[in-house]
């Protein structure tokens, strides 16, 4: 310090002791400063006030001396306080050199600085507000100082701070926002203990309005709540909690749109604590916007999805993340299929009906999201949209089908996972069916990997299942119902193009027969939930379908041994049994792959005669009266001649005994093998069982049932001597003398048992038909011998 420069009006006293070392001297400097600065203001002198400032200012307090700016602190604050309610004239002065000391490397002058800047502050009240963000800036620094008692001077000045903010209706939030938004991402422990204390206060004050610029902080929010710091979490989250309460008050307030994506982020985050909050968060979002979130619906899947398969130690998240999945899903309206000139169309119209709505104020609005389905937001606000805001949202199918398709892929993904994805590609095919079918081509193939999934143990109790194969049957059965919508939707239906480019599928399409009733033709758009399997309402989709299951069957024979039966009789739970059995046996009847054939004909020979799902396809191919009913046997029959002893089955199903007897006296020419003896061995316990009953009962009618018997005998000569021989052995013998049956009224009794031919089948082109499809069997069989393959010729002695 230069002494002999001029301080006037600042005497040499003064100055001398502004620069001891000694804090009473300074102290009895500033006492002296402010005597002086009082006289000047009784006087109206601004000019002397500013020109000691800027002594105190430039000279002290900025100085290289440590002492001087210690002394120069002590004087400002002085001149402060003789100022008293004029000091807002001087503020900026007054602060500037102040704030400047918060960056000194010497703690004791950090403190002072502090002390000074209180004073300062303490005089002004509302008059600092306009200089807030500066005194902000300064104090996040110090919140964070390493020096407790530097912390603890700003924790005295800060709660001055919050206080005069708390009382004053003139608070600038529009430019606070910016410095809040550059000083929450601060990884300070200390300085993110400031923001959010800061954050908790402003939403306390009725007057300022933090909630519409929450868009700007939630995500730093977010980033905070995973803190180290147990304090500094449970802050954050009342902070965060505050704001969902205020959502629920104001929606109509809430810019949702901007936030989603936010939510979204976090939704996947890591910390358990964050990923909870933010899934509360959505789970509110969507029940309170409603439509408003569907742009957003990609995204929000993306996080949701994979949080349905935690285990119980992340039970809570789970629970939530169901919710939101299902209140996201209900979103979706058949509405969302409208192409977008429709959708451009409607919206003018609705425009010009609310314009007209403008004179009937007591009509309430039409476009009112109703969110109360869900027992838990029962009580909440609902964020009321016009009809032409509720237009304007789009489904963005694209994305929610890729990143449903992604977790398709994913074979990390656990099963509750893949199964709430089949929900959703299942309901959009309900909601949305025209514009799902252009994700058909891409979606079939992964569809049909999925039958073989292997991400969970298989149920045991399904019909055809074995100890230690693996597959949810949920998420089979859901993958099903997928499948069978596409195969059955009406918006599938194409004209000449689509899934069938090769001739071979068409030649077989062409012999397909599908019956389609006069009132299907006028639907359009949606499937009705009322038709039954008698009226189904297949597309071009649905031979595709029956093509690549049995390729898929034909690839994997594991498949087919663990799931082929239940995958067959959900099928026909879901779709029509008929044209599931029709389309097969067409199928089959170009297999290239005999065994395979021969293997597939068996199983669905077994699902035929023992599934509770084929009742009714049963007892129409038991009677044959109908035209489609013989069509049905013809078709059946073709294909089944790959199995001879499934054929004899499918006469005895449809009462065809003579044919079945000649049927049998062609096996002589056959090579008897074991698996030949084998199929014969459970036809005899087939015919034990009650869905053979009314054959059983035909033979106490020997004389109109003769080829029955003889078939019978016919297949007892086949078998060696086993418990299948002597089976059939027993019921035969139990067959009665012709003679014990005549009666009076024997008659009636023939008449009733007595089974006629079916007309129109020319069963001598049948048989010639069995012959040449064994024949093809047989020369497969050598080829395959003098190949050196191993064929079990073994016969049961």
């Known amino acids: 310090m230069n002494a002999e420069k001029d301080f006037a009006p600042l005497t040499p006293t003064i100055v001398r002791a502004l620069n001891d070392k000694l804090y009473e001297k300074r102290k009895v400097a500033a006492l002296e400063i402010e005597k002086l600065v009082r006289e000047f203001v009784a006087q109206s002198n601004t000019t002397q006030i500013k020109h000691v400032i800027q002594i105190l200012s430039q000279e002290f307090a900025l100085s290289q001396h440590p002492h001087s700016r210690k002394g120069g602190l002590i004087g400002l604050a002085a001149c402060s306080i003789a100022l008293g309610k004029d000091s807002g004239l001087y503020l900026k002065e007054l602060i500037e050199p102040v704030l400047t000391c918060f960056n000194d490397a010497d ?85 993110r203990q400031f923001i959010i204390s800061w954050i908790l206060v402003l939403e306390s004050v009725p007057d300022i309005n933090l909630l519409d610029y929450l868009p700007e902080i939630l995500d730093g929010l977010f980033q905070i709540l995973g803190d180290n710091s147990k304090e500094i979490r449970k802050m954050c989250e009342v902070a965060l909690g505050e704001f969902l309460k205020e959502i629920k008050k104001n929606p109509s307030s809430v810019k949702f749109a901007e936030m989603a994506n936010i939510l979204v982020i976090h939704c996947q985050a890591s910390d358990d604590l964050i990923q909870l909050t933010a899934m509360c968060w959505m789970r509110e979002f969507i029940q309170l916007a409603g439509r408003v979130m569907l742009p957003y619906s990609s995204g929000i899947l993306t996080a949701v999805l994979p949080c349905l398969s935690y285990d119980d130690r992340k039970k809570n998240i789970k629970e939530v993340a169901n919710v939101c999945n299902q209140s996201l899903m209900k979103l979706v309206i058949p509405e969302d299929d409208e ?188 499937k009705g939930v009322e038709c039954s399997p008698s009226t189904p309402t297949m597309n071009s989709y649905f ?19 663990t799931r082929g039966a239940f995958i067959i009789r959900q099928l026909c739970l879901l779709l029509n049994a008929e044209n599931i059995f029709h389309s097969m046996a067409d199928i089959l009847l170009r297999e290239e792959d005999l065994k395979f054939a021969s293997t597939m004909v068996h199983t669905l020979n077994t699902i035929l005669l023992t599934s509770s799902e084929l009742f009714q396809l049963r007892n129409q191919l038991k009677d044959l009266k109908t035209l489609e009913s013989r069509n049905l046997f013809c078709c059946l029959y073709r294909s089944w001649c790959h199995n001879p002893v499934t054929t004899v089955s499918l006469c005895f199903l449809t009462q065809n005994y003579k044919h079945a007897y000649d049927l049998i006296q062609k096996f002589g020419d056959l090579e008897v093998t074991v698996d030949f003896l084998t199929e014969v061995d459970k036809l005899v316990q087939l015919i034990e069982c009650p869905i053979f009953t009314y054959l059983r009962l035909q ?46 009224d024997s008659t009636k009794i023939g008449h009733g048992f007595k089974k006629s031919p079916a007309p129109n089948i020319d069963y001598v082109e049948l048989l010639q038909h069995f012959e040449k499809v064994q024949n093809k069997h047989l020369e497969v069989r050598h080829q395959r011998t003098g190949r050196g393959e191993h064929l079990d010729r073994r016969v049961i002695l």
């Open 107 to 191: 703690s004791r002058l950090r403190y002072y600085a502090c002390e000074a800047l209180y004073n300062i502050v303490k005089v002004a009240r509302g008059s600092v507000l306009p200089h807030f963000n500066v005194l902000f800036d300064g104090l996040s620094k110090l919140a964070a100082d390493p020096d407790p008692n530097v912390k603890s001077g700003s924790e005295l000045l800060d709660r001055l701070l919050k206080d005069i903010v708390t009382e004053s209706n003139k608070f600038d939030l529009v430019s606070f926002i910016p410095l809040l938004r550059e000083r929450i991402y601060s990884n300070n422990q200390y300085a």
């Open 543 to 561: 031979y595709k379908f029956m093509i690549n299951l049995l390729k898929r069957f034909s690839s994997e024979r594991k498949l087919l041994e």
């Open 339 to 526: 192409t977008d000139e429709a959708k451009q169309s409607m919206s003018l119209q609705t425009e010009a009906n609310s314009e007209e709505s403008l004179s009937k104020p007591e009509v309430p609005s039409s476009g009112s999201l109703d969110t109360s389905s869900d027992s838990n937001f029962s009580n909440t606000s609902v964020f009321t949209v016009t009809s032409s805001d509720k237009v304007q949202v789009t489904l963005n199918l694209d994305g929610i089908v890729q990143v449903l398709d992604y977790h398709l892929h994913d074979t990390s993904i656990g099963m509750m996972t893949r199964i709430a994805v089949l929900k959703w590609l299942y309901h959009l095919y309900i909601k949305t069916p025209r514009k799902m079918f252009r994700h058909t081509d891409s979606l079939f193939p992964i569809l049909l990997r999925t039958l073989s999934d292997e991400s969970d143990e298989f149920c045991l109790s399904y019909f055809g299942c074995k100890v230690g194969h693996s597959a949810p049957p949920d998420v089979i059965l859901k993958d099903l119902e997928v499948l069978a919508e596409i195969a059955s939707s009406p918006a599938g239906q194409t004209e000449g193009h689509g899934p069938y480019e090769g001739s071979d599928m068409q030649s077989s399409q062409s012999e397909l027969h599908v019956p389609i009733k006069p009132s299907q033709l006028s639907t359009s758009g949606t």
């Open 699 to 744: 033979l106490l009618d020997v004389k109109n049932n003769p080829y029955l018997i003889k078939a019978l005998y016919g297949l007892l000569m086949l078998l060696p001597q086993s418990s299948a021989f002597q089976l059939l052995s027993h019921r035969l013998q139990c067959v009665p003398n012709p003679e014990l049956m005549q009666t009076t």
